[in-house]
């Protein structure tokens, strides 16, 4: 439970940071962020180690407390977003490419807390 | 009122956008691929949801659930034809967002006197709660940007 709660700590943080980065380039830039995307990429790369956590957990009978299914649906779901994001961000170069990628970070942000809650 | 020049950073880029790269409605670019990425958002949260309830639980309240599959597929809807530079997409969006309006306003409604009837959650169940009231938001910011683009209508 601690070693979880301890990538729901970092995946916030990451989710956080992605967030005010890209909310901040908004403000200031008129074209994608290189930082905001990365930020999009790093919200990216968390949630397929989360993933592979997720599924050595259950794999090792440690399983979620609710639905499995519902818990894989938002996981699925929250994984084809960022990069969905990403090329919808650099497919224009705008300031809103910025809102684009804060907005997915955000929604990371709160189906991670989702998952957390199914998986206790 | 439709003589206002529009003096919007967002139009002028969009405009200055099409002239270089051939015509592409102000509908789908700048704050209005905003728009659309949260429609997009709402309509995958939805319609997946929807379908996890109905192939888990379809039993509990059938109501609900196939209201959450239709609403989420009119969100993919409206997603759809916001982003599309197609003839006659405005006036598909402009249905697609009037449905969600009504929708989550009855829905809303209807959740919160008959209780019973949608017990089980689905986005527009107490007036989108559950989403952060995006589900009852969202609709009007996107008629507004209907409007704003109503030139795209026979576009």
Not at chain 1, 54 to 76: C, H, K, M, T
Not at chain 1, 88 to 112: G, P
Not at chain 2, 21 to 38: A, H, Q
């Amino acid at each position: 439970m601690i070693a979880f709660n301890g990538f729901f700590i970092a995946g916030a943080i990451i989710c956080a940071v992605a967030f005010l980065v890209a909310v901040i380039a908004t403000a200031i830039r008129r074209y994608p962020d290189d930082w905001a995307l990365i930020g999009a990429a790093a919200t990216e790369v968390f949630l397929i180690v989360y993933g592979i956590a997720a599924a050595i957990r259950q794999g090792g009978g440690n399983s979620v407390a609710g639905d499995p299914l519902e818990f894989w649906g938002y996981f699925i779901t929250a994984l084809i977003m960022p990069p969905i994001a990403f090329f919808w961000a650099i497919s224009e170069k705008s300031r809103w490419s910025n809102a684009v990628l804060a907005a997915s970070a955000a929604v990371t942000f709160v189906m991670l807390f989702r998952m957390e809650q199914i998986w206790q | 009122m439709s003589d206002k020049p529009r003096n919007s950073r967002i139009v002028q880029a969009a405009e200055a956008k099409s002239a270089e790269n051939g015509p592409k409605p102000s509908r789908t670019t700048g704050l209005g691929r905003v728009i659309i990425s949260i429609y997009g958002i709402l309509a995958l949260a939805a319609t997946v949801r929807g379908v996890y309830q109905i192939l888990s639980k379809f039993d509990e309240a059938p109501t609900a659930y196939i209201l959450s599959v239709i609403s989420g597929l009119i969100y993919v809807v409206a997603t759809i034809s916001l982003a599309s530079p197609k003839r006659g997409a405005w006036m598909v969006s402009l249905w697609a967002v009037s449905i969600e309006l009504i929708g989550v306003l009855v829905v809303g409604t209807l959740s919160l006197t008959h209780p019973e009837v949608f017990a089980h959650p689905s986005v527009w169940s107490g007036f989108g709660k559950g989403y952060g009231y995006i589900p009852l938001v969202l609709p009007i910011v996107g008629l507004w940007w209907l409007y704003r683009n109503r030139n795209e209508r026979h576009a």
